[in-house]
């Protein structure tokens, strides 16, 4: 199948530094990339939905400035926390869709620490 | 608006056990509904939908059938093997695989 690949896997950050995740489709282009949040015991939520060559489109309740998204081209999305903060401490997830056939897969997910 | 809701987890059986997963929606009109499953440091993957009221989605062994009637898409398997131990998630969508809502996901533990 398809595969996403998502980078880092972990990271640590200190407390107002800015940290960027990367979700590439490896063997197909992805029409749309969508960025999940998950809290500890609790569903994925979406953050945004990105088209390539478009500014990324923000769930309610997500701050766009904060969580800068790029998606300069039909195989990469790239997610940036800005001044991060303890409570940016989460599970981020990518998937990327396809339309023929309609799908979508999924990184393995990246564990942001903010300390 | 649209919610999952699925059973806590861990679930713990041994191996060749019967597994059920329950998974109840909300939602709106008459999404799609998905069970994913994640391994061990690896993403998501689709393990079977249902686009429509009735249908039964298959792969591997697992089943799950859209009840409309009761909201609900429960997860079985006759027999379950070591090789299943994962979190698995509930989800469901009103247009396509976009903008999947999850359930908090199941972590499933297979013994020897």
């Known amino acids: 199948g398809a595969v996403v690949s998502q980078h880092p896997s972990w990271v640590i950050c200190k407390s107002g530094t800015s940290v960027k995740i990367e979700c590439r489709s490896l063997?197909?282009?992805?029409?749309?990339m969508f960025w999940y949040r998950q809290f500890p015991k609790q569903s994925l939520m979406l953050m945004a939905t990105?088209?390539?060559?478009?500014?990324?489109?923000?769930e309610q309740g997500v701050e766009k400035d904060k969580f800068l998204i790029n998606h300069a081209s039909l195989t990469l999305s790239t997610l940036t926390v800005t001044s991060a903060h303890p409570e940016d401490s989460s599970f981020y997830i990518c998937?990327?869709?396809?339309?023929?056939?309609?799908?979508?897969?999924f990184g393995q997910g990246t564990r942001l620490t903010v300390v | 608006g649209n919610s999952v809701t699925q059973m806590e987890g861990p679930v713990t059986l041994s191996e060749e056990a019967f597994l059920t997963i329950n998974c109840t929606y909300t939602?709106?009109?008459?999404?799609?509904l998905f069970w994913y499953v994640q391994y061990p440091g690896e993403g998501l993957q689709l393990l079977l939908k249902?686009?429509?009221?009735?249908d039964k989605g298959s792969n591997k062994g697992f089943e799950a059938t859209y009840r409309k009637e009761t909201t609900s898409f429960h997860l079985e398997k006759g027999s379950v093997q070591v090789s299943d131990s994962a979190v698995y998630f509930c989800?469901?969508?009103?247009?396509?695989?976009?903008?999947?809502?999850f359930g908090t996901g199941t972590r499933l533990l297979v013994s020897p």
């Open positions: 998937s990327a869709s396809t339309d023929e056939p309609v799908s979508a897969f």
């Open positions: 063997d197909f282009q992805a029409t749309t």
């Open positions: 990105s088209n390539e060559g478009s500014k990324a489109t923000y």
């Open positions: 939602a709106t009109g008459y999404p799609s």
């Open positions: 249902a686009t429509k009221a009735d």
């Open positions: 989800a469901l969508s009103d247009t396509g695989f976009q903008k999947l809502v």
